[in-house]
Each structure stands twice: as C-alpha cells, then as structure tokens.
T-cell receptor, first 114, second 114 residues
Framework: AQSVAQPEDQVNVAEGNPLTVKCTYSVSGNPYLFWYVQYPNRGLQFLLKYITGDNLVKGSYGFEAEFNKSQTSFHLKKPSALVSDSALYFCAVRDGGGSYIPTFGRGTSLIVHP | GAGVSQSPSNKVTEKGKDVELRCDPISGHTALYWYRQRLGQGLEFLIYFQGNSAPDKSGLPSDRFSAERTGESVSTLTIQRTQQEDSAVYLC????????????FGEGSRLTVL
C-alpha cells in the first residue's frame, strides 16, 4: 500500500520570506514523489518530481524539494515567497516497483501575505 | 489543443439522472486517469487506462460509475442514477509513459447534483 500525508491544511507566510510545505509518504518499494499546484478553478499543474539521484530537486517557478529517505519526507520549499504563489499544493507518491497509480495527499493551502 | 480537454466544464443535474463526462487526452499519451475531488478534500482515484490493456477500475466507488476509452483516445466517465454525494470536480489526466512521469491534468468537470 502507498500513502501520503500533508499535515498542514494551511500555511501562511509573508511575501519575501522562505516557505515550506510538508509532505511525508509511505510505500513498500522505491518512492516516486511529485508536487503539483492547483490555482482556483483550474486543474493541477506539475511542479517537480523525484525518481532517483540527487536528493534536492529543482522545479518550476523557483520551487525545490528535498527527498529525505530516513524521514520519509519530501517537503516543498521556496527561498522567497510571492503573493502569486498562493494556491493549493498537492504531494503525490507512487511505488516505483508497484502500481502505476499515484496517490495524492489532501492538499495544503498556501497563503502568501503582501 | 495542446492540453487535456474536459467537457462539460460545469454540469448541474437532478438526482437520479445519468451524466456523461468526456476527456480528450494529449495526443500520444498512452496512460489516462480519472480522479474525483470533493470540496476541501484531496484527489480520489477512480480508474486508470493504459493503452489497450484492461483498465484498473479499483477506485470506482459503486457500480453506478463506469468509464470507457477507445484505444489511446477519448475517454468517457458515466455516472448512472446520480446521487447528491456524487457532487464533485472530476479530473482527467494523461501521461506519455505509464506511471514513470508526471500527470497532465485537464481543468476538470464540476458536477452538481441537486
């Protein structure tokens, strides 16, 4: 079985400050990890993924995420938040040796204050 | 178009009626997924198609739900005898490679059952 947890329903941060959106996962095999962003009334857009290799993954719009195997985490980060980053963020995981179907977290609402 | 196209974007129906939702994936994408997103909740997997293989229907919540896909083209999700709890946004996604890469999402079909 595979699962993902996003422990925060909402994250508030001031513009210009660093942001972190947390994600932890559980899989039997090697994890394939993804972050997506959803703007109001839109579908999900891919931000970045970890399959193998360097634990620090860089993606779109200045976002990055760090894969931590010992803590089974894949937190999303950005050094300096923008008001336009305000959106719903989803972490997803799939078992690299098993199902082709990714499991998504409940989502975290990021609010960046001017 | 270049992206995943879903129709209708909005559908309001009466309890007990049947509805059909359509998804046109990105050309050449062999994998197609349907997810359901209820208000304030994460994405709930419904069904997965990969090429001409038998679909993975393990996420369909009841026998009122069914989906079809012809080859690697359009897919339709049908909900029979709709109930109020079926109200949600139905998201379709496609991927060029089965499970290894990110998903490309459509903007969703918002279903409201009165």
């Amino acid at each position: 079985a595979q699962s993902v947890a996003q422990p925060e329903d909402q994250v508030n941060v001031a513009e210009g400050n660093p942001l972190t959106v947390k994600c932890t996962y559980s899989v039997s095999g090697n994890p394939y990890l993804f972050w997506y962003v959803q703007y109001p009334n839109r579908g999900l857009q891919f931000l970045l993924k970890y399959i193998t290799g360097d634990n620090l993954v860089k993606g779109s719009y200045g976002f990055e995420a760090e894969f931590n195997k010992s803590q089974t985490s894949f937190h999303l980060k950005k050094p300096s938040a923008l008001v336009s980053d305000s959106a719903l963020y989803f972490c997803a995981v799939r078992d690299g040796g098993g199902s082709y179907i990714p499991t998504f977290g409940r989502g975290t609402s990021l609010i960046v204050h001017p | 178009g270049a992206g995943v196209s879903q129709s209708p974007s909005n559908k309001v129906t009466e309890k007990g009626k049947d509805v059909e939702l359509r998804c046109d994936p990105i050309s050449g994408h062999t994998a197609l997924y349907w997810y359901r997103q209820r208000l304030g909740q994460g994405l709930e997997f419904l069904i997965y198609f990969q090429g001409n293989s038998a679909p993975d229907k393990s996420g369909l919540p009841s026998d009122r739900f069914s989906a079809e896909r012809t080859g690697e083209s359009v897919s339709t999700l049908t909900i029979q005898r709709t109930q109020q709890e079926d109200s949600a946004v139905y998201l379709c996604a496609s991927s060029p490679v089965a499970g290894a890469g990110e998903l490309f999402f459509g903007e969703g079909s918002r279903l409201t059952v009165l």
